[in-house]
């Protein structure tokens, strides 16, 4: 300005030159402006990407173990040796065993195929685990099915690590008249809740589910799938309850990976 006066510009002139530097300087702030809001808008963006890729890798992980959790040396020695015993009784029997165990084996390998599949196969993958499990235990204990809801998709294996915790920890199998009791149902405020429930000898929680990885595994995989709220309950004595509470997921969710 002070140039502009100092060389005698004549007013309108002066006005004209004050004008463009004015619109230099507008357009210059929503150029400006514009840029940041872009800035803003890749950062989050970008952001949303790699919490997306955290969400898989996470996921893919948890699912990795949660196989490696289910398909476990000493279960698979003890299931051989009762298949073994089964022949040596009878021919059907051991026939039927075998049967057994390799629709266990497919089941947890196929079932990493999807990330969500129906509870009703959840739950034929629970008969037959507990099936398995009655062949090599020396007591075998009923599992009792109370299902009132059933149409909502939940993650493959979620429900076996709670059934193997009454087996391992509440020691149901030892008890006289011992039993785990599935319940589901859809509750008032519109969430599903799973119930896995037995009348073992109990155990302190807190020393189970800081050292167990099947626990830890699906707790990690129902709240990153359903955002599951999960509680277990146990005393010495009192026996144990698994919850799961969750808002039920009724399309089918294919694999991540």
């Known amino acids: 300005m002070d140039i502009f006066l100092s060389e005698g510009l004549p007013y309108c002139n002066y006005r004209t030159a004050v004008t463009y530097l004015i619109s230099s300087f507008f357009c210059l702030f929503i150029a400006i402006l514009a840029f940041l809001i872009f800035w803003q808008e890749s950062a989050a963006i970008r952001e949303r990407e790699e919490e997306g890729q955290r969400f898989k890798e996470a996921y893919s992980s948890a699912k990795e173990e949660a196989l490696r959790e289910q398909i476990k040396p000493h279960f698979v020695f003890n299931c051989l040796t009762a298949i073994e015993n089964s022949y040596h009784q009878n021919l059907r029997q051991g026939d039927k065993t075998m049967t057994m165990f390799a629709k266990h084996l497919r089941n947890d390998v196929d079932s990493m195929d999807n990330d969500l599949v129906p509870f009703a196969k959840e739950l034929d993958m629970i008969f037959n685990y507990v099936n398995l499990e009655n062949l090599r235990l020396e007591k075998s204990f009923p599992v009792y099915f109370d299902i009132d809801y059933q149409d909502f998709l939940i993650p493959p294996l979620s429900l076996q690590p709670l059934v193997e915790n009454a087996i391992r920890y509440s020691k149901v199998n030892e008890k006289e008249e011992g039993y785990i009791q599935i319940r589901s149902f859809l509750r008032d405020d519109g ?16 020393s189970v589910t800081s050292s167990s990885k099947g626990l830890a595994n699906v707790k990690e995989r129902l709240k990153l799938l359903l955002n599951a709220e999960i509680l277990i309950e146990s005393a010495p004595g009192k026996g ?7 808002t039920p997921q009724k ?3 294919k694999s991540t990976e």
């Open 240 to 246: 144990c309850l698994c919850r799961l509470a969750f």
């Open 191 to 206: 969430r599903v809740e799973v119930d896995v429930e037995d009348n073992g000898v109990g155990f302190d929680p807190l």
């Open 251 to 253: 399309e089918v969710s």
